[in-house]
């Protein structure tokens, strides 16, 4: 059983769209955090949200976790295909740094 | 930044062979280190932790005699995959612990891609 659902699974767009992916879950978490993973390489994180309601943007992209802090979301405004990827949404378990993740969203990006 | 070398990229076997994976953190110690497993275009799992100087934390249905850890120092732990067969093909990832960083941030090393004949 997945405690993170990441929705869609898969997206494909046209540069210049915009998009939004989902992370939820029934449980409450006291941070969330968000990766990309590019083909062939590990995943990077780009932010952790952790105060429920918070939004974080780095760039093109902005980064919401929920008021219960069940669930998060990520928003790419005029997408780029250097933003294809795998976007993973991951809770450190309770008391340790050990991130479990989502299934993730698979996004292609098409000049 | 702190960066996590993993070696090899990528490696093809044939059946029935040992493959090892190393995973060095190269600026800074790492007491603790992780190894993942990723099947195309799905999510990490995590397989093991490794601890230094002690045995390594497998999680639940990882075989621990088929996937032997390593962690004999401060900055290099080994994966050995034995008696490799082509269900065993898939994309590993090592990650490290930067206890000296503040937050302990968590690096990932690029991965390494099995193909067992």
């Known amino acids: 059983t997945q405690l993170l659902e990441q929705s869609p699974q898969f997206l494909s767009i046209q540069e210049g769209e915009n998009l939004t992916v989902y992370c939820n879950s029934s449980?409450?978490?006291?941070?969330l955090q968000w990766y990309r993973q590019e083909p062939g390489e590990g995943p990077v994180l780009l932010v952790t949200?952790?105060?429920?309601?918070e939004v974080k943007k780095l760039k093109r992209l902005t980064f919401q976790f929920g008021d219960a802090r069940k669930d998060s979301s990520l928003h790419i405004t005029a997408a780029q295909p250097g933003d294809t990827g795998l976007y993973l949404c991951?809770?450190?378990?309770?008391?340790?740094?050990?991130?479990?993740f989502g299934r993730g969203t698979s996004l292609i990006v098409h000049p | 930044g702190a960066v996590v070398s993993q070696h090899p990229s990528w490696v093809i076997c044939k059946s029935g062979t040992s493959v090892k994976i190393e995973c060095r953190s190269l600026d800074f110690q790492a007491t603790t280190m992780f190894w993942y497993r990723q099947f195309p275009k799905q999510s990490l799992m995590l397989m093991a932790t490794s601890n230094e100087g002690s045995k390594a934390t497998y999680e639940q249905g990882v075989e621990k005699d088929k996937f032997l850890i390593n962690h004999a120092s401060l900055t290099l732990s080994t994966l050995t995959v034995t008696s490799a067969h082509p269900e065993d093909s898939s994309f590993y990832i090592c990650s490290a612990r930067d206890e000296g960083a503040r937050g302990e941030k968590l690096f990932f090393g690029s991965g390494t891609q099995l193909s067992v004949l």
């Open positions: 991951a809770f450190e378990r309770r008391g340790s740094y050990i991130p479990t």
């Open positions: 949200v952790v105060t429920g309601g």
């Open positions: 449980s409450v978490f006291s941070s």
